[in-house]
């Protein structure tokens, strides 16, 4: 008559089915999207995190002395979505399983991911260029390795240098 | 005691999830009359959808709500690339119904577990609600959230399921039949229940069509119509499962579709688990958006949902307006309401399966 | 002389006052830890509802412009104090025979409805509307519960037999079943038994007859509006009222003691309180939900009351 | 499987405003979705009865400016229906002067709702609607939301509100773009 | 004495009280599953979800506060008997969230409710709810032992 007293025996011989936290540790998937972090190793500043982040929670802001820029993840804001994580190009953001965020509420506006990002220097004249992390000279770089550390105006010189010798083994060889 | 009066409900009710409004006029324990005022959820999605581009609005569309948040971006997705004439790899297609079919059960079991907190039968609704956690579990260790999975993406999904993870979900949906097995067998018999849910909150088929209805409310009242049969998306056409209906319409029957329907799910889960081909799962890049207009439609848990999207060319949509579920079906708790009981309200109102931030948008 | 002192520590220590406050508030606890095991959770730990109460009694206490302040403190002084003093004319087998001049069934017949009233009024003077419905629902299901305890009084009485006020004593009751065996083991009795165990549900608002406070439909009723000391006040109602309607049953059905010594007789009591409580309140409302009002009336109409009607008139046929 | 609806719809359609009336196209899985543009506002009311004569059902109606690709300045509406898995999109302008629209809560009672929402927030009026009050909105902000171009200052990604960076960024220099926030 | 007994005690007995500030439900459905179902159980910590503000001892406040429910939230908050913690439960009552530059947002909610602790997610999950609630309780006991409480 009543099917739920069979539920109700089966709890009791079965015991309680709760999960020991906050007294003991408890399990996280490997999966979990938690706390943002930046590598800021791999970071190219191509702002693409940015670009999908719906949330607005990611920021760059320029250094004053101009040598890089810091990159912020508001955590407060920042509605775990990982889409910065799955379209940055060298993996540079993660989307790391720990969820202990609570914090007091004094710091949080305080409460984010704050990262320099140094930008990158020019191989040849020293001008501040984009990063260029290994991860992305692998990727993009890889077939001119020396001409993808350059600045556009020291790459357009070598190119043109490039070609000027090419022609010049050309006129040789047609001679 | 006998005269009328008026009973506010809302908008910040314990038996409400959210905040909404109900002026019920009350004769003694009778209800006479209702009222809703409603937006206490506005938040100007709609608004916020036309300032974001394509991308962000992946995710601002997952917010609408969180117990359909599968359903929002997959069906604003869907009507991008039926915009762009974007071709969705099919292992992308059969993760996509994978995603939405185990938010459905979620959803689902979360639902008829509420009706029974409702008549007050507390350990029915822990049970139903434990069994619920094989399915947040799910979510979590296969998406990393338990209410927003970000399953979607433009142009397919985000996460793959390999083998390990085929074996995962496989292990818990075995876990979860017997559970919903047992739990149907309950919300059948259970006097109690039978007692406080049958012919209550009734809506004749003829009101239903007369108010639009869509999803379990219209199917409990005779209207057999489910998107994913009407006009197929994704990959139910190649899926085996069957349109779950009823003819009495009252807060029980609506009960009961939804609990088969969950039934169906797993069994759809399943079904993609074993057919679903090797091969990408995401679109190699990005495809702009072209000026047009189109339309999508998918069966989310609580019914029917629609997506109009107005392109100009730009990142950012000119006009994206959706329509969901729940937006029918408020209006017919004018039917279903006058007449019953004061104990009756909540859970009449949970029977539609409210969602008032989706809703309200 | 000694009957006042008598009373006055029937009233403070002993079975009222203190012993029925830790009685309660023990039983409260046995009680949500046992639910707790059966919805498969862990529970709070034993003396979590004392805690509940000592933590009201530092939170402020708001008290709606609307309400009438008056009767709206009062209500749980009258609440509370009625329910100590039920719990001091009660009788408890082989330990205490009652106050003197009070063993009377008819006196608890009005005393019993006390905290109930205390509510009505809680209900009425917080004026809103969830309190409103709540006195109104209060009201019905009083109505339809005070049916059956009354018939099983009359059952009992009648059983015990004898003339005029004595037939309502107290000690002829628990004398009785001294002499004759428990009331539970006789069989004319067991429709009054199987009455008085579904009325311990219904006075106390549980299961099946959650209607007067039912969280979802009037959040509470009457103690909606209530916060602070007066609804400390309320919770202790609630526990001495649980230990209350127990042991009315326990003196009605099976007061019966082990042997003289009154320790082990004071143990033996309060495990048959216990008992009584897991299978009348605890396992009840874990088990099932709550009844709309009509429902519940027509339940008690229909199946309580006759049970106890039934005993009442064979009791009365085999006088 | 679907002809039967999308022939009914046609035909309906056909008599209400002409032939020609309803373009049709396919989405990829295959799904027919018919478009009409109506050529007057009075149209509406003929292809609403039509198509509630064929018991089609109303899913919702989108309001929306078109200014920004259009050759006119103005708004649309567009009113979706589906019959049985077809879905047909009727279209109405309303170039700048005009800003009323007749109700077709007569035909299709579950309108209300969607007039009353493109009312408050693209400020349009719709005439014959049974209770025109607001839906959504709080009295305190104001009709046609959603009417007023959004400034460009807040189009900008991670637009927000400028006091709420000034606390994130306490203490230091605020970037550049959050100065310009609003 | 006694008082500090109780002051000691107090914090062990904690009432949840559950303010939706227009959330999208995503918080209030984590927070209900923290309340009320068996793996989670914060009755062990001896906290109980009540249905009357006037019950409450940790409100726990999810959404972006739109502006048609401002005013109630607001009222209902001063409903709730002193001492009380407040806990923002997602990212929206703090910042927005994904909602943040509506014309019907008013967040941050600091402008208008102190908020004494923040569980950041979207929504978080259950065990991060529970840290946070502990989190409000070691506050409460503090506050309990200096005599102070939230309205500040």
């Given at each position: 008559m009543l099917p739920f007293l069979k539920v109700l025996a089966r709890n009791l011989r079965q015991g309680p089915s709760t999960d020991p936290f906050p007294?003991?540790?408890?399990?996280?998937?490997?999966?979990?999207?938690?706390?943002?972090?930046?590598?800021?190793?791999?970071?190219?500043?191509?702002?693409?995190?940015?670009?999908?982040?719906?949330?607005?929670?990611?920021?760059?802001?320029?250094?004053?002395?101009?040598?890089?820029?810091?990159?912020?993840?508001?955590?407060?804001?920042?509605?775990?979505?990982?889409?910065?994580?799955?379209?940055?190009?060298?993996?540079?953001?993660?989307?790391?399983?720990?969820?202990?965020?609570?914090?007091?509420?004094?710091?949080?506006?305080?409460?984010?991911?704050?990262?320099?990002?140094?930008?990158?220097?020019?191989?040849?004249?020293?001008?501040?260029?984009?990063?260029?992390?290994?991860?992305?000279?692998?990727?993009?770089?890889?077939?001119?390795?020396?001409?993808?550390?350059?600045?556009?105006?020291?790459?357009?010189?070598?190119?043109?240098?490039?070609?000027?010798?090419?022609?010049?083994?050309?006129?040789?060889?047609?001679? | 005691m006998s005269g009328t009066y008026t009973l506010p409900i809302g908008p910040l009710h314990v038996a409400l999830e959210e905040p909404m409004y109900f002026d019920i006029k009350v004769k003694g324990e009778t209800v006479e009359s209702l009222g809703l005022s409603a937006g206490h959820v506005h938040r100007g999605m709609e608004s916020l959808a036309m300032q974001r581009n394509y991308l962000q609005n992946v995710v601002l569309t997952e917010r609408v709500c969180s117990?359909?948040?599968?359903?929002?971006?997959?069906?604003?997705?869907?009507?991008?690339?039926?915009?762009?004439?974007?071709?969705?790899?099919?292992?992308?297609?059969?993760?996509?119904?994978?995603?939405?079919?185990?938010?459905?059960?979620?959803?689902?079991?979360?639902?008829?577990?509420?009706?029974?907190?409702?008549?007050?039968?507390?350990?029915?609704?822990?049970?139903?609600?434990?069994?619920?956690?094989?399915m947040q579990d799910v979510k979590e260790g296969v998406y990393g959230n338990r209410m927003n999975l970000g399953a979607c993406t433009i142009g397919g999904v985000r996460y793959d399921i390999d083998a390990e993870m085929n074996a995962f979900i496989r292990g818990k949906l075995e876990e979860l039949k017997p559970h919903l097995e047992e739990i149907y067998g309950i919300y059948t018999t259970d006097p109690l229940i039978l007692k406080r849910t049958t012919g209550v909150g009734v809506l004749p088929e003829a009101d239903a069509r007369r108010y639009g209805v869509v999803g379990p409310v219209a199917r409990a009242s005779g209207i057999a119509y489910d998107v994913r049969k009407k006009t197929p998306y994704c990959t139910y056409k190649e899926l085996n499962f069957d349109v779950q209906w009823d003819t009495?319409?009252?807060?029980?029957?609506?009960?009961?579709?939804?609990?088969?329907?969950?039934?169906?799910?797993?069994?759809?889960?399943?079904?993609?688990?074993?057919?679903?081909?090797?091969?990408?799962?995401?679109?190699?890049?990005?495809?702009?958006?072209?000026?047009?207009?189109?339309?999508?439609?998918?069966?989310?848990?609580?019914?029917?949902?629609?997506?109009?999207?107005?392109?100009?060319?730009?990142?950012?949509?000119?006009?994206?307006?959706?329509?969901?579920?729940?937006?029918?079906?408020?209006?017919?708790?004018?039917?279903?309401?006058?007449?019953?009981?004061?104990?009756?309200?909540?859970?009449?109102?949970?029977?539609?399966?409210?969602?008032i931030s989706c809703t309200e948008r | 002389m000694t009957s006042f002192f008598e009373a006055t520590f029937a009233m403070l220590i002993f079975p009222g006052g203190l012993f029925a406050?830790?009685?309660?508030?023990?039983?409260?606890?046995?009680?949500?830890?046992?639910?707790?095991?059966?919805?498969?959770?862990?529970?709070?730990?034993?003396?979590?509802?004392?805690?509940?109460?000592l933590k009201l009694t530092v939170k402020e206490t708001l008290i709606p412009h609307t309400a009438n302040e008056l009767a709206f403190k009062l209500a749980p002084v009258l609440g509370l104090s009625g329910v100590l003093l039920t719990a001091a004319v009660m009788p408890i087998g082989g330990v205490w025979n009652g106050v003197t001049g009070m063993k009377d069934l008819l006196v608890l017949l009005y005393l019993l409805p006390l905290p109930a009233m205390a509510l009505m009024i809680a209900g009425s003077a917080s004026s809103s509307p969830y309190g409103a419905l709540g006195f109104s629902r209060e009201m019905v299901v009083m109505f339809a519960y005070e049916m059956p305890l009354i018939a099983s009084f009359l059952a009992v009485a009648v059983r015990v037999g004898g003339t005029g006020g004595s037939m309502f004593a107290l000690d002829s009751i628990i004398n009785y079943q001294m002499a004759h065996g428990p009331m539970i083991f006789d069989p004319i009795m067991l429709p009054a038994f199987i009455a008085m165990l579904l009325f311990i549900p219904g006075t106390m608002g549980a299961g099946l007859f959650d209607i007067p406070e039912a969280e979802p439909e009037v959040i509470e009723g009457p103690l909606l509006e209530y916060s602070g000391p007066l609804l400390a006040m309320f919770q202790l109602m609630s526990a001495v009222k649980l230990v209350v309607v127990v042991e009315l049953v326990v003196a009605l059905f099976m007061p019966n003691g082990l042997g003289g010594n009154v320790l082990v007789n004071l143990v033996w009591h309060l495990f048959k309180c216990l008992a009584l409580m897991l299978v009348a309140v605890t396992v009840f409302r874990a088990s099932t939900g709550r009844l709309r009002l009509e429902q519940g009336f027509t339940f008690f109409v229909k199946y309580t009351s006759p049970l106890a009607l039934a005993s009442l008139g064979l009791a009365y046929m085999l006088r | 499987m679907n002809e039967i609806a999308k022939q009914a719809l046609e035909s309906a359609l056909t008599k209400a405003l002409g032939p020609?009336?309803?373009?049709?196209?396919?989405?990829?899985?295959?799904?027919?979705?018919?478009?009409?543009?109506?050529?007057?506002?009075?149209?509406?009311?003929?292809?609403?009865?039509?198509?509630?004569?064929?018991?089609?059902?109303?899913?919702?109606?989108?309001?929306?400016?078109?200014?920004?690709?259009?050759?006119?300045?103005?708004?649309?509406?567009?009113?979706?229906?589906?019959?049985?898995?077809?879905?047909?999109?009727?279209?109405?302008?309303?170039?700048?002067?005009?800003?009323?629209?007749?109700?077709?809560?007569?035909?299709?009672?579950?309108?209300?709702?969607?007039?009353?929402?493109f009312m408050e927030l693209y400020d349009i009026?719709?005439?014959?609607?049974?209770?025109?009050?607001?839906?959504?909105?709080?009295?305190?902000?104001?009709?046609?939301?959603?009417?007023?171009?959004?400034?460009?200052?807040?189009?900008?990604?991670?637009?927000?509100?400028?006091?709420?960076?000034?606390?994130?960024?306490?203490?230091?220099?605020?970037?550049?773009?959050?100065?310009?926030a609003q | 004495m006694l008082n500090k007994f109780i002051n000691k005690i107090a914090p062990r007995s904690p009432w949840l009280y559950r303010l939706n500030a227009g959330s999208c439900n995503g918080c209030d459905v984590e927070l209900a599953t923290v309340a009320l179902i068996p793996r989670?159980?914060?009755?062990?910590?001896?906290?109980?979800?009540?249905?009357?503000?006037?019950?409450?001892?940790?409100?726990?406040?999810?959404?972006?506060?739109?502006?048609?429910?401002?005013?109630?939230?607001?009222?209902?908050?001063?409903?709730?008997?002193?001492?009380?913690?407040?806990?923002?439960?997602?990212?929206?009552?703090?910042?927005?969230?994904?909602?943040?530059?509506?014309?019907?947002?008013?967040?941050?909610?600091?402008?208008?409710?102190?908020?004494?602790?923040?569980?950041?997610?979207?929504?978080?999950?259950?065990?991060?709810?529970?840290?946070?609630?502990?989190?409000?309780?070691?506050?409460?006991?503090?506050?309990?032992?200096?005599?102070?409480?939230?309205?500040?």
């Open positions: 007294f003991a540790p408890t399990y996280t998937p490997a999966r979990f999207r938690g706390r943002a972090e930046l590598d800021a190793e791999q970071c190219i500043l191509c702002g693409i995190c940015r670009h999908v982040c719906a949330a607005g929670a990611i920021q760059f802001r320029a250094a004053e002395d101009g040598s890089g820029m810091e990159f912020r993840v508001w955590h407060n804001s920042c509605t775990y979505c990982g889409l910065c994580a799955h379209y940055c190009p060298t993996k540079a953001i993660r989307m790391t399983n720990d969820w202990h965020l609570s914090h007091k509420g004094e710091d949080m506006y305080s409460f984010a991911e704050t990262k320099f990002v140094k930008l990158g220097q020019c191989a040849e004249c020293g001008a501040t260029i984009q990063p260029r992390p290994a991860a992305i000279v692998e990727k993009l770089g890889a077939r001119y390795p020396e001409r993808f550390m350059l600045c556009p105006k020291c790459k357009r010189e070598t190119l043109a240098n490039h070609a000027a010798s090419r022609k010049v083994i050309r006129v040789e060889e047609a001679r | 117990l359909c948040s599968n359903s929002h971006p997959s069906t604003y997705c869907m009507a991008v690339e039926n915009l762009a004439g974007i071709m969705v790899p099919e292992r992308a297609q059969y993760l996509r119904v994978i995603a939405d079919e185990v938010k459905r059960i979620a959803s689902h079991l979360f639902n008829v577990g509420i009706m029974a907190h409702l008549v007050g039968f507390d350990s029915l609704f822990m049970h139903a609600m434990e069994v619920r956690e094989i009495k319409g009252d807060v029980h029957s609506r009960a009961l579709v939804r609990l088969r329907e969950a039934v169906d799910s797993v069994s759809l889960i399943e079904q993609c688990l074993e057919q679903m081909p090797e091969g990408p799962i995401e679109l190699e890049r990005f495809v702009e958006i072209p000026e047009g207009e189109a339309v999508a439609r998918s069966e989310a848990p609580r019914g029917e949902l629609f997506y109009y999207l107005r392109s100009d060319g730009s990142d950012t949509p000119h006009r994206l307006k959706w329509r969901v579920p729940t937006y029918m079906n408020w209006e017919a708790l004018q039917t279903m309401m006058t007449g019953c009981q004061v104990a009756d309200i909540p859970l009449i109102v949970n029977s539609i399966d409210p969602c | 406050l830790a009685a309660g508030l023990m039983l409260k606890g046995v009680d949500r830890k046992a639910v707790a095991r059966l919805q498969r959770r862990v529970g709070p730990p034993l003396y979590q509802p004392a805690l509940d109460v | 020609d009336s309803v373009f049709w196209n396919k989405d990829l899985n295959g799904n027919s979705f018919g478009w009409v543009r109506l050529a007057d506002n009075d149209g509406l009311a003929r292809a609403a009865a039509a198509l509630a004569g064929v018991s089609a059902r109303l899913m919702v109606i989108t309001a929306y400016r078109v200014d920004k690709y259009a050759n006119y300045p103005g708004r649309e509406i567009a009113y979706h229906f589906d019959l049985d898995g077809t879905v047909v999109t009727v279209t109405a302008s309303l170039p700048t002067d005009e800003d009323t629209i007749p109700s077709i809560t007569r035909w299709f009672q579950n309108a209300d709702w969607h007039e009353r929402e009026k719709v005439t014959g609607h049974p209770n025109p009050v607001r839906l959504f909105l709080d009295a305190n902000v104001e009709q046609g939301a959603l009417d007023r171009l959004v400034p460009l200052s807040t189009m900008m990604n991670g637009a927000c509100t400028k006091t709420l960076w000034e606390k994130v960024y306490a203490g230091t220099e605020m970037p550049d773009w959050a100065k310009g | 989670y159980d914060v009755e062990r910590l001896g906290c109980k979800y009540c249905g009357s503000p006037r019950h409450a001892d940790i409100v726990l406040i999810s959404g972006p506060l739109t502006s048609r429910v401002r005013d109630k939230v607001l009222r209902v908050y001063d409903e709730i008997p002193h001492p009380k913690v407040t806990l923002a439960c997602g990212a929206c009552p703090v910042s927005g969230g994904v909602y943040r530059d509506s014309y019907t947002v008013n967040s941050p909610i600091d402008q208008y409710i102190p908020i004494d602790v923040v569980v950041p997610g979207c929504p978080p999950r259950p065990h991060a709810i529970i840290e946070g609630v502990a989190l409000a309780l070691e506050i409460w006991r503090k506050r309990l032992e200096e005599g102070t409480c939230s309205r500040s």
